[in-house]
């Protein structure tokens, strides 16, 4: 009895610090939680990110210098605004494999209709609002209305929006952009104190943390996780599930749409630019702690993967491993941190999991009656977990 | 009526609009779909990406996926080819090799999805992206070479009717009949549609599922044998060139199998695998733009998707009807269906034992 009204105070102890915990471990003098927390699958992956920080510095001291760490924020943006889109269609229980296609396309769409003249530099942005918004419409309105799994939803409109616009293009690269244009990507405010320039690309990376962070803890951030957990729950608690998804998928497409922007500073224009990016994001956003399926994950899981992942790049790149052996680490490391998160949380959550599930099923809102439910079949299913494990 | 047929049935209804309207279009520029040459360019075209959908059909009705196919396949091509090298009696020690590889490699997948708890989509792509890192850092181009005596297993044909298309049919139905008759096949459905449910019915689930990633890894390494024996060599990126992975599950899936696990068919597939060949013979044949070709395959496979998904829901409400506490599972059933279609398998359990 002690045990099964221990379990809801446990899933509220962990999940609320982890997810103020990322921002604030600079704070206190609690050294056993710290432990706790690094182990805990959120935690080992910003310990991952600051050991490959360090090697990187050991390699190379002039990294830790202010200037080409703001460099390499800036490197980071386009793929961390990417993942946090990203984020926000897995942690609902989708995917978007699109992604990478809407880069591609967004980028080709600036060099066909930008060219050299820079006061068509707003007018394009418009338009490639408008397309972020409607492929995100397509792809949202598909899963939720017709009731395609989005995995094929989202692989369908990357072979249409990638066919249209190479088709549209010819598929051949072209000279660069208005230089205004490209300054949003590379440019950047110069000769601030202590660290001598801010790339407008880090300015954007952190508008759009802010807003995201902002919309997941918003109702509509609480509902989607909500869908992505248990839908039919959320159905039955009356969000409408349909319009909460869609919005995720619009979220991805302008996520998409701005790193597009992006790139096109850093890159140019070519049409193998954006190539991969969704299987990039998705995996930043994994190694996050972000779960496939839905329902676990937060924004800042999904930003430290992404600059986990880059960090990592960067470190090869110092590093005698060849350039082709880059594929083969990623893979390994985002199976070894799910295989992690899995194992760990399996153990940990089993037996919360298992009141948790039987509190949707019951749709019971009482904490006590749940409690008191689960306690006859929560030491039954957590021996069998452990029979499994 | 049309709500009455299995979703298999109305897989190779759509292929018979799909080869009459390509028929008609075909005859308005002069030239005839049905011409033996047509015909063996479209079952030729079936018999790669086949292979590749038949063992992707096995991992998908397992409720995981499998990303890692097109490395396998280059693999596989390498593989043969290498060990080969031209000599006539290497056939069989080379291909064995490469059923061995591949049935590995497939093995680490399912044991990564199963042991280790690892999402099938992370477990194979983590897989792929070593495969291509070892084939990228090993590989700079071609090597090996085919002998003449391999080469007719991709050359030669009866009739119209390739080689290679006709052991592609039989490996179907062999799988086929596994899926059907065997204890292995009943238990595959049975951990796809609800692994806890299998669990707790007496079923070993992962065995299912850990055999279904090593079907589906040989039988990427049929298809990676079949295309050294068209090329005469092995390539390294035969496989990602082709994009057979997604491919794959969007044949898979357009053949009626559910992508959340439980429910689906190796026909159906087989028909999905025959729809897109027929469709890129016709645009190849109609000389349409390559890339506007792949605007097709993708309006092509959402429609598809949404009217299979549309009649799914409608023909489960019938089977329910039948059953005596209809009404009731119906009322279960809906929230599901707007949301979360895998736990549809849930409800049909539940339903069918009560």
């Known amino acids: ?389 | 009526m049309l709500r009455r047929l299995d979703t298999t049935a109305l897989v190779y209804i759509a292929l018979i609009i799909v080869l009459i309207i390509g028929a008609i279009l075909v005859s308005t520029t002069g030239r005839n779909l049905f011409s033996p040459g047509n015909i063996r360019d479209i079952l030729t075209g079936m018999s790669v990406l086949g292979f590749v959908a038949i063992g992707q059909t096995l991992v998908i009705l397992g409720a995981s996926l499998d990303l890692s196919v097109p490395y396998v396949m280059s693999l596989a091509s390498l593989t043969a080819a290498q060990t080969m090298d031209g000599r006539d009696g290497m056939v069989i020690p080379a291909v064995l090799l490469t059923v061995a590889i591949t049935a590995l490699i497939g093995l680490a997948n399912g044991l990564f999805v199963t042991v280790l708890g690892v999402h099938g989509f992370v477990a194979t792509l983590g897989v792929g992206l070593m495969l291509k890192g070892y084939l990228d850092t090993n590989y700079q181009g071609t090597e090996g070479e085919v002998p003449w005596s391999f080469q007719l297993f991709g050359a030669s044909g009866i009739g119209p009717i390739p080689i290679s298309t006709i052991v592609m049919l039989g490996l179907a139905a062999v799988v086929a009949f596994i899926l059907v008759r065997t204890t292995f096949g009943h238990h595959l459905f049975a951990a796809g549609g609800n692994a806890e449910v299998a669990r707790l019915s007496g079923v070993r689930e992962r065995l299912p599922i850990i055999g279904a990633h090593i079907g589906s890894s040989v039988c990427a390494g049929f298809a990676g044998l079949l295309l050294a024996s068209r090329l005469g060599v092995g390539s390294p990126t035969v496989g990602s060139q082709g994009t057979y992975d997604l491919l794959s599950i969007a044949a898979v899936v357009l053949g009626g199998t559910v992508l959340m696990g439980g429910r689906g068919s190796i026909w159906g597939t087989i028909g999905g695998v025959a729809i897109f060949a027929v469709l890129d013979n016709l645009m190849s044949v109609m000389q349409f733009n390559p890339f506007l070709k792949d605007v097709v395959r993708g309006l092509v496979i959402i429609v598809a998707v949404a009217l299979y998904a549309r009649r799914r829901i409608i023909a489960r409400r019938i089977r329910f009807a039948q059953a005596p506490q209809g009404p009731n599972i119906v009322a279960v059933a809906r929230p599901d269906a707007d949301g979360k279609p895998g736990q549809d398998s849930t409800v049909t359990e539940e339903g069918s034992r009560a």
């Open chain 1, 1 to 389: 009895m002690t045990s099964a009204t221990g379990h809801p105070q446990s899933v509220r102890a962990q999940s609320a610090p982890s997810r103020s915990g990322q921002s604030r471990l600079g704070v206190g003098d609690r050294m056993t939680e710290w432990g706790r927390r690094a182990l805990d699958p959120k935690g080992i992956v910003v310990v991952l990110l600051i050991v490959i920080l360090l090697a990187i510095i050991v390699l190379n001291p002039s990294f830790a210098e202010p200037g080409s760490l703001m460099r390499f924020i800036q490197r980071v943006a386009p793929i961390a605004i990417v993942a946090i889109g990203q984020y926000f269609v897995i942690v609902s229980g989708e995917f978007d494999l699109s992604m990478g296609a809407v880069v591609t396309a967004q980028v080709m769409t600036v060099g066909h209709l930008v060219g050299v003249d820079e006061s068509k530099t707003v007018p394009v942005l418009f338009v490639l609002v408008g397309i972020g918004i409607l492929v995100g419409l397509i792809n949202g309105l598909a899963t939720t209305l017709l009731r395609v799994p989005s995995f094929i939803v989202t692989l369908g409109t990357m072979l249409v929006i990638h066919g249209a616009i190479m088709w549209w293009t010819g598929g051949v690269a072209t000279s660069n952009p208005a230089e205004n244009f490209r300054q949003i990507g590379r440019g950047g405010f110069e000769n601030i104190p202590l660290i001598d320039s801010i790339p407008y690309a880090v300015l954007v990376l952190a508008a759009v943390i802010l807003l995201a962070v902002w919309l997941s803890r918003r109702p509509f951030g609480r509902t989607l996780t909500a869908i992505g957990d248990n839908s039919a729950a959320a159905t039955f608690a009356g969000s409408r599930v349909w319009w909460t998804k869609t919005s995720a998928f619009v979220l991805s497409s302008l996520s998409a749409t701005v790193a597009g922007v992006l790139l096109v500073g850093f890159a140019g224009v070519h049409p193998s630019v954006g190539q991969g990016y969704e299987f990039t994001a998705i995996t930043a956003v994994v190694l996050g702690g972000v779960v496939l399926g839905g329902g676990r994950g937060t924004v800042l899981g999904a930003l430290t993967g992404a600059f986990t992942l880059e960090a990592l790049f960067t470190l090869l790149n110092f590093t005698a491993v060849p350039a082709t052996m880059r594929d083969a680490i990623q893979g390994a490391i985002i199976i070894a941190a799910v295989a992690y998160s899995g194992v760990v949380f399996a153990r940990r959550r089993k037996r919360s999991r298992t009141s948790t599930s039987t509190n949707s099923a019951t749709t019971s809102a009482d904490p006590t009656t749940t409690s008191a439910e689960s306690a006859p079949s929560t030491p039954s299913t957590g021996g069998d977990g452990a029979v499994r494990q």
